[in-house]
């Protein structure tokens, strides 16, 4: 059996850290099985549908490095979903309703205030229909089935499908709600699982007696917990937090499909520069059923951790000016950012204008501007050059490392001396500790 899932956005917004998250699993355990994952674009609500959320839908699984196997869009397969839908018309498992939202409405009403479930009551079979009013349709959910999965993600579920309310599929304007077409698509583009949030646990309930009825068995089913933000809720914060914003405040692709990967699950999270062992490691069965808390301070950490042991190659193309590869390596355990990197090309590179000297560290440059033209750059210049000022003034220690860093780098803290300097043309090394 090829593995095969699907990621189903609805095309009426960007996507968000939640949606991506179920991509994400989507795609791990595609590739973790050899399988294929593909996009099905949820594009039956054409009004609010719109081809801009399409491409940045997109683009945004490319940034991510999610690639797809296949595209399928809803609003191209109607034919299909007709197709469908009158067979199960004819087989009785679709129905026509006539009720105007405010007859439901005031039926649950009743039914709460005698202490009922508010399940809708199917009218009795031949009741008349009333003139000029165009049906909707509703799935007749078989009472006698119970319905039963083994989640991947939830283990055992049971449902009684006498409590719950015949699930309405299609408008009376002809249009489809999101329950059928999803289940006649994951049929036909051959789904073997559908992983999605636990939001979707009742509809799944209801799919399950729809593939029955369409004469298929249904894909293996895994909901995972939600995610919330820092304040254990579902915030307004992570519901708009979207990939631009993420890709604007310098957030690698990688690092946020590793924290996405392992969040709410057994396994740590870890700062991989590769999905391999994220692929590797995905098993629902290590999914907890706690919502995953997201914390966008536990994102950037976790970025700059990644960062930190980051191949040139892998951002070569993308560095905001030319950066050799051992200035990079040189760099890039100080960097929070690959847009950071710009800061330090004036440290290399010059102009650059060393800030004025502390009093009690003039002895200290004066002597390193003394020696500094006399150092083989080529060998080990930082611990000749620190070498040569400790003899001349017998200081150690930060006294005599903090000084020479804060002339040569302008800064308090950064990459080791000893990789830097080498990379600081000399002229420049001179003239920078000659300030004094
Ligand atoms: N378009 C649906 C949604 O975004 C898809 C759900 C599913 O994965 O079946 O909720």
Redesign the pocket.
Known sequence: MTVVT?????PTGTLHVG?VR?ALHNWLWARKHGGRFLLRI?DTDLERSKEEYVDAIRADLAWLGFDIDGEERQSARFALYEAEFAKLKAAGRVYACYETPEELDIRRKILLSRGLPPVYERKPDGAPAPEGVAPHWRFRLDHDAAIEWIDMVRGPQHFEPKTMSDPVVRRADGSWL?LLP?VIDDIAMRITH?V??ED?VS?TATQIQMFEALGATPPAFAHEALLVGTEGKLSKRLGSLGMANLREDGIEPIALVALLARLGTSDPVEPVTDVAPLVESIDFARFGRAPARFDEAELALLNQKILHHTDHAAVADRLPTPISEARWNAIRPNLTTVAEAAEWVSVFDGPFASPAAEEVDRAVLAAAAAAAPGVDWSADPWHTLTGAVKDATGAKGRALFLPLRRALTGRDHGPDMAELLPLIAKDQAVARLSVT
């Open positions: 699907r990621f189903a956005p609805s949606n179920t949820d999101y999803s559908v999605r949030g979707h509809n």
